[in-house]
């Protein structure tokens, strides 16, 4: 079992979240869609927890996936704060 949280993958459950659509989310991040799914299994498998539902309207989150979104949303969004202050190369 992985236990290294890979920051990408927070990052885009963090974006999923906010979207509360997988494939929305996939646009955002200009990723694939099946590759954002894979990227969610693995966070979950990473936390040994699931994180959403999946249904027909988009996703819900579970309990351990709102406590996961409160505790990880003010890092990933800092980290994205200084990626944008970044000189472009």
Known sequence: MQTTLVFDDLRAFVV????RSISQ???VLRLAQPALSRRLTRLEKCVGKRLVE???RGIALTKEGRA?????QGAVSAV?????SLPQS
């Open 16 to 19: 999923v979240a906010h979207c």
């Open 25 to 27: 989310a996939a646009v």
């Open 54 to 56: 999946r249904n027909f």
């Open 68 to 72: 996961l979104l409160e505790d990880v």
């Open 80 to 84: 994205v704060a200084i990626e944008k």
